[in-house]
């Protein structure tokens, strides 16, 4: 009997370092665009499957202009989300926006 090899296949990761606002470094993660999109379009009132609709395409778009960066700030990636979200909803991008100055 021949035993079946198990390929674990992870998601590639984009391995850019992230400067923060208060100056350390870390690696941009996919997940934390869509998740602080998600809360946002929510939070505007969307249903669940709206927002997952348009938090694919922001994130998506967001990981495609990382890639092309040599280096980026939180704050970089903030504008650029706050202007893809304006594209699909412009409550979900000003609740986007103003949380930052609440949390």
Request: aromatic share 8%; net charge positive; charged share 35%.
């Amino acid at each position: 009997m021949k035993k079946k090899k198990i390929i674990k296949r992870s998601k590639k990761r984009t391995m850019l370092q992230i400067v923060k606002r208060a100056g350390h470094a870390e690696f941009y993660d996919e997940r934390k665009v869509y998740g602080s999109c998600f809360f946002a379009c929510r939070n505007a009132h969307l249903s669940e499957k709206e927002a997952e609709e348009i938090c694919k395409k922001v994130s998506a778009a967001a990981t495609k202009w990382i890639k092309t960066k040599k280096s980026v700030s939180s704050n970089d990636i903030f504008r650029m989300l706050i202007n893809e979200l304006k594209k699909h909803n412009e409550d979900a991008a000003f609740l986007y926006e103003t949380h930052r100055d609440i949390s």
